[in-house]
């Protein structure tokens, strides 16, 4: 297979295992005769989704801006920290502990916390969003930190480098791979977050939809707001890896030669 129609095929397969689910779902609720409200079937689920595509797009929006203004907080609060904690080993010992005791703690349980302080709303949704997004985020800088070769550092001291040289010259380039994979997972986290503290403090967002739609018994619309979800994350999830490619693609360049080479 040459490499041109290895690219075709990795850009067409993810399309055809979504096509077979539909399918396969849609042909097993209509077999098996099972009601909507127990599993709809996907026309029931973009039935549902035409007929409440203005709410649905207006709580869509709501959950996006509150995902993304709780990313970018943890994207900086994350590299800070990573930084932080990648360029001394005694910060390392003494911070990384707490983070996965942080980290260990089910936000679900935070989230009446946050709305005691911030209050029902979008506020409590970015901070849900901002907490479970930066800890992938540090934890992947400050590991592409700590991993840079002594013998290259004591061999750019010698040669006259500083530390702010090994930082920005060095560490934070050989870190860049660890970001951007770090990125498109704290995305796809920054998505929960947001939805979970929608469906316990919110009147607003894709979150408080399913909830309304659940109570009352229209499947179909929460499916729907399930779907609207994973499309979301899913496109979100692209564009960094879109951006990772341009960024980094020196580090997965061997990689690549190999698969083009059919090896």
């Given at each position: 297979?040459?490499?041109?129609?290895?690219?075709?095929?990795?850009v067409a397969f993810p399309w055809i295992v979504i096509t077979v689910l539909l399918v396969t779902w849609q042909a097993a609720v209509v077999a098996l005769d099972i009601k909507p409200f127990v599993l709809p079937s996907p026309t029931a689920i973009f039935a549902a989704f035409v007929e409440n595509r203005g709410p649905i797009m207006q709580h869509a929006l709501f959950t996006l801006t509150s995902t993304m203004s709780g990313f970018?907080?943890?994207?900086?609060?994350?590299?800070?920290?990573?930084?932080?904690?990648g360029s001394s080993?005694?910060?390392?010992?003494?911070?990384?502990?707490?983070?996965?005791?942080?980290?260990?703690?089910?936000?679900?349980?935070?989230?009446?916390?946050?709305?005691?302080?911030?209050?029902?709303?979008?506020?409590?949704?970015?901070?849900?969003?901002?907490l479970l997004s930066f800890f992938p985020i540090a934890v992947n800088i400050a590991t592409g930190l700590a991993t840079v070769e002594p013998e290259l550092e004591d061999?750019?001291?010698?040669?006259?480098?500083?530390?702010?040289?090994?930082?920005?010259?060095?560490?934070?380039?050989?870190?860049?791979?660890?970001?951007?994979?770090?990125?498109?997972?704290?995305?796809?986290?920054?998505?929960?977050g947001a939805v979970i503290a929608e469906t316990i403090a919110s009147n607003d967002?894709?979150?408080?939809?399913?909830?309304?739609?659940?109570?009352?018994?229209?499947?179909?619309?929460?499916?729907?707001?399930?779907?609207v979800i994973a499309i979301m994350g899913i496109v979100t999830y692209l564009i960094f890896a879109l951006i990772e490619r341009r960024m980094t693609g020196w580090a997965t360049r061997g990689r690549d030669m190999q698969v083009a080479s059919g090896g």
């Open positions: 297979m040459t490499s041109r129609n290895r690219r075709r095929l990795e970018a907080l943890g994207v900086l609060f994350g590299v800070t920290l990573g930084v932080v904690i080993r005694l910060v390392y010992v003494g911070l990384y502990p707490v983070l996965i005791g942080f980290n260990s703690i089910p936000k679900v349980a935070i989230v009446p916390l946050l709305v005691l302080w911030l209050g029902i709303g979008q506020p409590t949704a970015i901070a849900t969003a901002f061999v750019l001291l010698s040669l006259g480098a500083t530390k702010a040289d090994l930082l920005f010259k060095v560490g934070l380039p050989r870190a860049m791979p660890y970001f951007f994979a770090s990125l498109k997972v704290s995305i796809t986290l920054a998505f929960i967002g894709i979150g408080y939809l399913m909830l309304q739609a659940s109570s009352q018994f229209r499947i179909p619309l929460m499916f729907a707001g399930v779907f």
